[in-house]
């Protein structure tokens, strides 16, 4: 809108003007000084407590003697997730050499009990990356499909073979999963290498991208006292780590943080956005062009999938156990 001048408005000089765009430059200096580093606004999400004293549930991670599944309960309500993200088109030895970027409506398999089954008909499986093999991951190659691997990055679990380069300071609560245990995300130098070496483990593999697991610890009670903002800096590390070894990644659930966090994220994952009404949230995913991969637990289909269909979502029903049995939109 333009502005008139007064009539007793006294004439600008050159001088006049020199000063006030002078005070307006240290003006604004001295606000960029009293923001705090890295201030982004606002940032904590609502949470839901983790209920106390859980046992694992149907949906453990395989190696622990329980069924596979989505984690322990997280700050939304719901289990964590447990899935990974799909990346880039691999060469010989399983280097990457260019990001996969999901387009949304992509039919995708979750399995994360044993080894991947490759029946079911869709361009995307997600399965775990320690009970896979380099092998099984080029078997799905093979046959078209890209492949993710699922990694645990928000907690420590005793039955992983790299569990003893987890100092025990960054192990926190149990996070309601047997063997399982929140991680210090503060922690950056500690963890950084040790995901590090995770990553490298999937694009050695061969794998096309990552689903980092329960990245909203500080929604929960952990041990710690996290907040949103270190969340943030922590999510945004492991995407990094991802893309420098060309490998795409996924944002699991996290849902409060998805506006800060799109541009770090190739695609999401999502548990049960339609059980607590929230797949609208994801919608920022599928006008950036990213996929969302959705899956549901006890909904049925009826009651989602016309919505799902609407917003673009790869949406399916899966049992808790995250076996081979699914049934899709």
């Known amino acids: ?93 399983g280097r990457a050499k260019g990001l996969w970027k999901p387009r949304p409506g992509l039919a995708w398999q979750w399995q994360l009990d044993g080894r991947a089954d490759p029946s079911a008909d869709v361009p995307v499986y997600d399965i775990d990356g320690f009970e896979n093999s380099a092998a099984d991951v080029a078997r799905l190659h093979r046959d078209g499909r890209k492949v993710v691997c699922y990694v645990n990055v928000g907690a420590w679990e005793d039955f992983r073979p790299d569990k003893d380069a987890f100092p025990r ?58 907040t949103a903002r270190h969340q943030l800096v922590y999510n945004r590390m492991i995407a990094a780590i991802a893309h420098e070894r060309g490998l795409s990644v996924g944002l699991k659930n996290d849902l409060p943080q998805i506006p800060r966090l799109l541009a770090d994220f190739d695609f999401a994952v999502n548990e049960e956005c339609a059980q607590y009404d929230e797949c609208a949230l994801l919608t920022p995913f599928i006008a950036a062009g990213k996929a969302v991969f959705h899956v549901e637990y006890t909904q049925p289909r009826r009651s989602f999938c016309p919505q799902a269909r609407r917003l673009g979502l790869s949406s399916m029903v899966k049992k808790p156990e995250l076996g081979v049995w699914r049934e899709p939109c």
């Open 169 to 226: 300071s960054v192990r926190g609560r149990p996070n309601g999963w047997a063997g399982e245990r929140w991680l210090d995300i503060r922690r950056l130098s500690v963890l950084r290498p040790l995901m590090e070496r995770r990553f490298d483990m999937c694009r050695d593999k061969g794998f096309d991208a990552v689903e980092p697991d329960l990245v909203e610890g500080y929604g929960n009670e952990t041990g710690f006292p996290l």
């Open 1 to 93: 809108m333009r502005k008139t001048t007064p009539a007793n408005a006294v004439p600008l000089t050159a001088l006049t003007v020199l000063a006030v765009l002078v005070a307006s430059v240290l003006t604004g200096c001295a606000r960029d000084a009293e923001r705090p580093a890295g201030a982004r606004g606002p940032g904590s999400a609502a949470a839901r407590p983790t209920a106390p004293g859980a046992t694992a549930a149907p949906g453990a991670t395989p190696g622990t003697g329980a069924a596979t599944g989505t984690g322990a309960a997280t700050g939304t309500g719901r289990p964590p997730a447990r899935s990974r993200p799909a990346s880039p088109p691999h060469t010989p030895g």
